[in-house]
Structures are given as structure tokens and as C-alpha cells.
């Protein structure tokens, strides 16, 4: 059953902790992307990847560190930088043939 | 700078009484744009992607239609199941990567 999996659902972070977000994808898609929303906002790019072992900044990358070591995997890890945290965090993937993105179900990050 | 914006905010419908959810755009060259559907606290949907002015994509009660500067999903006859928030994006020509640019999303609710 091919598809996008993020873990954990919930996740909490205190104070000056690094915390990091798992997303998995067995689609084989070579692109993957983070993004943060907020309420009554639109999805912001966090980073993207194209292929393994390079990744970019999108429009809100501070505080945010990612890798890309397999192809399936694009872990992200949230700062002690980053001082607003609190959002749904979504991952995204498509292939290079088509620019459909596809997301996983997500994760929450609460602060302590 | 790519923008979205979409309209109403929030909308309540009764079943059976169809109606229009409106995204107005503005991006140097469209390559796509794309529409999905968001449940609480979920990953969102893919729904539709369309690429040129008059195009047009039906599934089940949905129908999106595209202009030059703007896109409608049109809901004829729903019912309670399509409550959700409907998100627009848009992918620009000049833009690597596959980079989205999404509105703020359309809270659907429909009444039995």
C-alpha cells in the first residue's frame, strides 16, 4: 500500500529542545517537501529536496534543519531557534514526471 | 510576488444547495493549479490539477474550471460528507522544484 507516513501524530517540545519530525515515503518519488501551517493561514515551504543528498531552503527555513541520506526518508528537525513552533507540520512528495504533490497525515508540535 | 486568495473564508450550505468556492491568483506564468480537500487535523487531499485557461475537471459532485486569473470549484447537490476546507495552490512557470503557493483555504460546511 504505497503512500506517506509522518511520525509521531502528536509530538511536544519544551523549552530549548531540538525535536525532529519522521517522514517516509515509498511512492519512489524523488522530490519531498516540509511545510508548516498555521490557522487561517496558507501552507508555507519550510525545505524541499529534488534528489538524495541535496535539499533547499523555502520561504520559512529558519529554525528548521533538514537531510536527505535515502531516498525515502526526509526527516525534519525543529530548533531551539525556532521560537514559534506550535503548527501542523505536513510533508509532501511527487515524482519528476508530474508535479502533483502528495501529502502525509501530518504532525502536531505543542509546546510545553 | 506569487499570491493566492481564496473566497469565501467560511461557507454553510445547506444538502442539496450547490454553489461556487473562488481562488484568485496572480503568478508570473502558471505552469498548474491545483485543488485539495482538508479534513480536521489531516493531511490534505489531491483533488484536481488544471493547466490552461478553460480547462475543466469533474469527480463526483466536484468540478473545477480555470480562467486567466482565476479558478472555481463548483459543488453541485453536496452533502454533509464534502464538509471540509478546500485549498487552492499554484505552481509557476519561472519557479524550480515543484514550489506551490496555496491561499488560505475555504471552510465548507454542509448541513443535512
Known amino acids: 500500500d504505497g503512500g506517506i507516513t509522518q511520525s509521531p501524530k502528536y509530538l511536544f517540545r519544551k523549552e530549548g529542545q531540538n525535536v525532529t519530525l519522521s517522514c517516509e515515503q515509498n511512492?519512489?518519488?524523488?522530490?519531498m517537501y516540509w511545510y508548516r501551517q498555521d490557522p487561517g493561514q496558507g501552507l508555507r515551504l519550510i525545505y524541499y529536496?529534488?534528489?538524495?543528498?541535496?535539499?533547499q531552503k523555502g520561504d520559512i527555513a529558519e529554525g528548521y534543519s533538514v537531510s536527505r541520506e535515502k531516498k525515502e526518508s526526509f526527516p525534519l528537525t525543529v530548533t531551539s531557534a525556532q521560537k514559534n513552533p506550535t503548527a501542523f507540520y505536513l510533508c509532501?512528495?511527487?515524482?519528476?514526471?508530474?508535479?502533483?504533490?502528495?501529502f502525509g497525515p501530518g504532525t502536531r508540535l505543542l509546546v510545553l | 510576488e506569487d499570491q493566492v486568495t481564496q473566497s469565501p473564508e467560511a461557507l454553510r450550505l445547506q444538502e442539496g444547495e450547490s454553489s461556487s468556492l473562488n481562488c484568485s491568483y496572480t503568478?508570473?506564468?502558471?505552469?498548474?493549479l491545483f485543488w485539495y480537500r482538508q479534513d480536521p487535523g489531516k493531511g490534505p487531499e489531491f483533488l484536481f490539477t488544471?493547466?490552461?485557461a478553460g480547462e475543466e475537471k469533474e469527480k463526483e459532485r466536484l468540478k473545477a474550471t480555470l480562467t486567466k486569473k482565476e479558478s472555481f470549484l463548483h459543488i453541485t447537490a453536496p452533502k454533509p460528507e464534502d464538509s471540509a476546507t478546500y485549498l487552492c495552490a499554484v505552481q509557476a512557470l519561472n519557479k524550480g522544484a515543484q514550489k506551490l503557493v496555496f491561499g488560505q483555504g475555504t471552510r465548507l460546511t454542509i448541513n443535512p
Open positions: 509532501a512528495s511527487s515524482s519528476q514526471k508530474q508535479e502533483t504533490q502528495y
Open positions: 503568478v508570473s506564468g502558471l505552469r498548474g
Open positions: 511512492l519512489n518519488h524523488d522530490a
Open positions: 529536496s529534488q534528489i538524495v543528498n541535496d535539499f
Open positions: 488544471l493547466y490552461s
